[in-house]
């Protein structure tokens, strides 16, 4: 096992123990001894393991690694069956230890396995003095930047975006002369330093006056002012400088100079900060730096001011499969290649990542067949031999400084973790997030409250996982990995026992703690060599049979997710409610009820029923202790007992703070229970026609106690989604403030702006659908003072004026309409909006849409249907804009149920007059989802603002 992730294992399992010393019952003689005795030394030794991998590949240090990791398992499942037997009783875990005949026999067996664990350790340290190892002089890392290593006449699809880039490095006309900053940014093996050479070598880039080119990587600040000192010609000092000195040097030699400086693999915004002021912002001269790095966060601030960021995009099909073509010398099967479909399981491992691509082509060249290879066998080849095999070996090199230069050990569970998912499989944030709490890979603290979202954001920020699905307001919905760190992430996995898969064969290993099926039946238990009661986490998708599915046979379950398990039904329920550890349980198949017996699930802090066909909640869910987020669309029983719950409620065990949502009609159950929940944070509502003025009153009263505002000074993010389609009143008539939402989505017959809606403290997003919206209602919105995104839904706007000052803190406008008119702005409105969505089908022209008015545009989103003209159109009225925004094409797609969002592809370079010309490396891979449409995955090219791209909430 990596060591980095033993740390991180023993720091839970250690933080487990503390639990149990806490308690004050002994279950046996020297129990707290033997325990103390355990906390103590499992972090001394890995702590001292740490230090001597550090740098070295050490056999014997990997043979105790994988020792004391198996060790750990075996305390964490004496732990875990303690906890289990607890639970079973409905007592506290110590009072095993308090009664007679199978209690006895607990206990005794539970002496003899802690006695035999501290044993085990006791000999794993001897062991350890025994075979000492000396500790290796730290080796630095290799850089990240290998895209350098793709020869010259090998590039291609580079000619779109060299041409893009180009038109930013040039002088236009009629924009204003400055030092402009231009950030490539992407996943490592994209072509970023490919692309910045070229630029560096065309002649636009040979017209500056002062021309300069280092590679950052580890190198300090000082290092680097002093390369380029030195390559504009100027001798740089003799002796040592600061870096201060340094850049007041620099700064003097290229003074009303016209200068092109290219920074290669910068890994810090720290490093940029300490370099930037050497770099003259002088009006009138048009200098060029360009920046290559992997990291988002450094993108974003070096191109923050007069400046403009190009995310990398894989290439497409058909310039992927050339690249392999002519890398593995099977060019003379291009034909028969693309008539057929078995290249593909290649190309999408590849991804479109041409160090991907050039790697596997070598590798299939050196094969030394002169016929054509079977797909299938090189794509388990390249697994088996990623490690080994010469041709693969940088870019296993470039896999495994991603993986190991993660900052935290934590962060590297949470990156492993995607092994559960087949590859190119999208994955929810939000769901993912939950799970890894489940998992126990993060834990809240007072320092870190949400831990799963910063684990997101540091891969996201490195370009680890990519985004797919992006909501209208930027927001991650979705997302995966790159097909081959996808691959190193599986081998990794597999090869330490964190996860098992099954290909058809025999499952293995056979003490794996996580079980992931990918349409694969497993209906003969003679091919399941695992010990399913260890199993902590089953992931299904697709067909699981009867064998995986006999959840008997499971005890220790924390994590089950089986919303895409087509062969689940009604009859597994019972056996899944004696699952007393689980803490996520997602389901969907064919479930159509809960059976009362899930009051069982003491533990359980996430119930996802999207997925399934249940409309009935069993009062017992809403009186689950420790449930925090409930997902569905359900209502409570006639028959429910309103007062046992409101009792419960009231006593403040209720932790619920996700309700997702409920039905109203003539029940009044879940609405007037829900004034009793006090930790509500995200809500959500439908109103069915059939529901009658008292309930509409009790949702009312609801609303109003949820949308108060306590005037908390830490902001919870607290979210409303109303649909009152189908009532025949207006429900929310007469709310009043003080209100306090950061989210409002309303649906239904608005004919004005509600009054609460201007009254809400801090209000960051608000989506309005309606038929029509009038233009007293849209000119109400301009109020809203600390809105920063808006979407309005309607077949159609009446005419209205966005006046100076309205709206100014708005980020993101999108409309999404039949009959294309917009509201026009005078000067100063919207003077913060980078993200312009005009979704309309029957787009016609600009619309009278003036985007010189938005100073701080980036981007402007039309649906891929507009007819060629108008796209045209576009593209020429961007380009007379002084930040040059992107015009992006949403293309309609059918994504996953739970993610809303569509997806984005980018729209770049000239437009004729009866075809668009999308460049060369815009990704355009074709998938089916569960119903078997077909879903286009595009990949979201310039989101060049920092905190736009954020996690959903």
């Not at 290229?254 to 693999?265: E, H, P, S």
């Not at 902001?715 to 389609?725: A, C, I, Q």
Request: net charge positive; glycine share 4%; hydrophobic share 35%.
């Amino acid at each position: 096992m990596d060591a980095g992730l033993l740390s991180a294992f023993i720091k839970k399992l250690v933080a487990r123990l503390f639990v149990l010393a806490d308690e004050k019952y002994k279950l046996y003689k020297d129990f707290k001894e033997d325990l103390y005795f355990l906390m103590e030394e499992l972090p001394m030794i890995t702590s001292s393991i740490d230090e001597q991998l550090s740098g070295k590949d050490d056999l014997t240090l990997h043979f105790r690694v994988n020792e004391l990791h198996q060790l750990a398992q075996e305390m964490e499942d004496c732990i875990d069956h303690i906890m289990y037997r607890a639970s079973k009783t409905q007592k506290p875990w110590y009072h095993i230890s308090r009664t007679s005949g199978n209690r006895i026999r607990s206990r005794l067996q539970l002496t003899k396995e802690m006695k035999r664990l501290k044993r085990r350790l006791q000999e794993a340290h001897q062991r350890k003095e025994r075979y000492p190892v000396l500790c290796p002089s730290h080796t630095e890392l290799p850089p990240s930047s290998s895209d350098r290593l793709i020869a010259q006449e090998d590039l291609v699809g580079i000619d779109g975006p060299l041409k893009e880039l180009l038109e930013h490095l040039a002088e236009a006309k009629g924009q204003q002369k400055q030092l402009n900053v231009i950030s490539i940014v992407g996943f490592c093996g994209l072509g970023k330093t490919v692309l910045a050479q070229e630029l560096y070598d065309s002649e636009v880039g040979r017209q500056f006056e002062k021309r300069a080119w280092i590679s950052a990587g580890q190198r300090n600040p000082e290092t680097l002012l002093m390369e380029i000192l030195r390559q504009v010609h100027e001798p740089p000092p003799l002796v040592n400088s600061d870096a201060r000195q340094l850049s007041i040097d620099l700064r003097n030699c290229l003074n009303n100079k016209r200068y092109f400086i290219v920074i290669d693999d910068i890994r810090s915004t720290d490093k940029w900060n300490c370099i930037k002021s050497a770099f003259p912002r002088l009006q009138d001269v048009s200098s060029r730096i360009v920046v290559t790095t992997k990291f988002q966060s450094v993108a974003n601030t070096c191109s923050s001011t007069n400046g403009y960021m190009h995310r990398m995009s894989r290439l497409d099909e058909e310039c992927s499969k050339q690249l392999l073509l002519k890398e593995s010398c099977l060019q003379e099967y291009s034909d028969s290649c693309s008539s057929q479909s078995d290249s593909k399981v290649i190309l999408d491992k590849c991804d479109g990542q041409p160090l991907a691509l050039t790697a596997v082509g070598q590798f299939i060249q050196s094969r030394n067949s002169v016929e054509q290879p079977e797909w299938e066998v090189v794509s388990k080849d390249v697994r088996c031999h990623l490690d080994t095999d010469d041709t693969l070996k940088r870019m296993y090199q470039v896999l495994t400084h991603d993986y190991t230069s993660l900052p935290s050990d934590e962060f590297k569970a949470c990156l492993l973790y995607f092994a559960m998912f087949p590859s190119n499989h999208r994955v929810s944030i939000k769901r993912l997030m939950r799970r890894w709490l489940a998992e126990g890979f993060v834990v809240p603290s007072t320092l870190c409250s949400d831990p799963a979202a910063q684990s997101f954001k540091e891969l996201m920020d490195r370009n680890i996982i990519q985004s797919v699905d992006i909501s209208n307001n930027l927001k991650v919905k979705t997302c995966k990995t790159y097909g081959m760190m996808h691959e190193y992430i599986i081998r990794k996995s597999l090869s330490q026992n964190i996860i098992a898969l099954f290909d058809g064969g025999k499952l293995q290993p056979k003490y794996a703690r996580r079980l992931s099926l990918h349409d694969s039946s497993i209906t003969d238990a003679t091919n399941l060599e695992i010990d399913l009661s260890l199993v902590r986490s089953l992931t299904v998708i697709g067909e699981a049979g009867k064998a995986i599915l006999n959840f008997r046979k499971y005890r220790l379950l924390r994590v089950l997710d089986l919303e895409q398990c087509t062969d689940l039904h009604n009859g597994h329920l019972k056996d899944i409610c004696n699952l007393l550890l689980i803490k996520y349980l997602s389901l969907g198949g064919k479930i159509t009820d809960l059976p009362k017996d899930i009051k069982k699930l003491k533990v359980l802090e996430t119930l996802d029923l999207r997925k399934t066909y249940v409309k009935i909640l069993p009062p017992e869910v809403i009186q689950l202790p420790n449930l925090i987020h409930l997902f569905g669309k359900f209502k409570l029983p006639n028959t429910v007992v309103q007062s046992k719950l409101q009792k419960f409620l009231s006593s403040g065990q209720c932790k619920l703070q996700t309700l997702s949502g409920f039905l109203v009609d003539v029940n009044e159950g879940l609405s007037e229970l829900m004034v009793h929940m006090n930790k509500l944070r995200k809500v959500k509502i439908w109103c069915d026609s059939s529901a009658t003025s008292s309930s509409l009153t009790n949702v009312k009263k609801a609303i109003q106690k949820f949308i108060h505002d306590v005037k908390d000074p830490s902001d919870d993010p607290r979210s409303l989604s109303v649909n009152f389609e189908g009532c025949s009143e207006d429900l929310l008539e007469g709310l009043e403030g003080p209100c306090y939402l950061r989210s409002l989505k309303l649906q239904g017959n608005l004919m004005k702006l509600p009054e609460f809606v201007t009254a809400l403290r801090r209000l960051r997003e608000l989506c309005l659908q309606s038929t029509r919206m009038t233009s007293d209602l849209i000119t109400a919105l301009g109020n809203l003072k600390d809105l920063q995104y808006l979407k309005l839904i309607a077949d159609e706007l009446e005419q209205t004026t966005f006046r100076d000052r309205a709206l100014p803190s708005l980020l993101c406008l999108c409309f999404v309409v039949k009959h294309p008119t917009f509201p026009k702005t005078e000067d100063g409105a919207l003077p913060l909006l980078v993200s312009l969505q005009l979704l309309c089908e029957n787009l016609d022209g600009q619309c009278g849409v003036q985007i010189k008015g938005f100073p701080r545009l980036r981007e402007v989103v039309l649906y891929d249907e507009v007819n060629t003209d108008i796209k045209g159109k576009w593209v020429r009225a961007v380009k007379e804009h002084q930040n040059r925004p992107k015009v992006l094409l949403l293309k309609k797609a059918d994504p996953p149920e739970e993610a809303t969002g569509n997806e984005i592809s980018p729209l770049e370079g000239p437009v004729q007059e009866t075809d668009i010309q999308v460049p060369p490396g815009e990704p355009k891979f074709a998938s089916n989802n569960s119903k078997g449409h077909p879903v286009v995955c595009v990949g979201l090219t310039g989101l060049p603002v920092a905190g736009i791209g954020t996690v959903s909430s």
